[in-house]
């Protein structure tokens, strides 16, 4: 598995003053990036559990910033191994922030086969936003599996979870 987290510092003015003239405003923005190319499989009742290698600590606000755009892009997931011959595969996959200084934040999203007779799905894109507000301390933000029971997800060549700073 092969996980990198890089924070970049994202500073357009350079190119936005070239570009548009030198009385254009311009601002920095913060970029905080988590990936994996590792294949990951989840098929079990007991969860949700966090997805390997797609965590961040996203940091205190500040003047400059007080949220962060959060997207878990998950673009090559697929079913297999359906257990049921009445419920059609599907999981869900969510993005949580649970020490928000909004309570706990979730969103998700979910994937599945409309025909039980199925026996492995083709690929299945699912990319997933929230907006988290930024409070006094750095906090975590994950990705998440989750699933009915009734077949394995599994993710192959690539998934990220990446958050941009804003102002509000």
Same mark, same amino acid.
């Given at each position: 598995m092969n996980a990198y987290r890089t924070l970049f510092v994202l500073a357009p003015a350079a190119l936005a003053m %070239? %570009?548009?003239g030198a009385d254009a405003p311009a601002a920095a923005a913060e970029f905080y990036y988590a990936s994996t190319t590792a294949t990951q499989s989840y098929s079990t009742f007991i969860g949700p559990i966090p997805i390997t290698g797609l965590s961040l600590t996203l940091p205190a606000a500040s003047s400059h910033f007080n949220a962060a755009m959060v997207t878990l892009n998950m673009p090559n997931l697929f079913l297999s191994d359906n257990t049921s011959t009445t419920t059609p595969m599907a999981a869900q996959l969510s993005i949580v922030a649970p020490f928000s200084p909004a309570g706990v934040l979730i969103a998700g999203g979910g994937i599945g086969?409309?025909?039980v007779n199925v026996?492995? &799905?083709?690929l299945k894109? +699912?990319?997933?936003v929230l907006l988290v507000p930024l409070g006094a301390n750095s906090q975590p933000v994950e990705g998440e599996w989750n699933s009915n029971g009734s077949s394995t997800v599994t993710t192959s060549t690539f998934a990220? +979870? &990446?958050a941009i700073l804003v102002k509000q």
């Open positions: %070239a %570009a548009l086969c409309d025909n026996k492995t &799905s083709g894109p +699912l990319t997933i990220s +979870l &990446s």
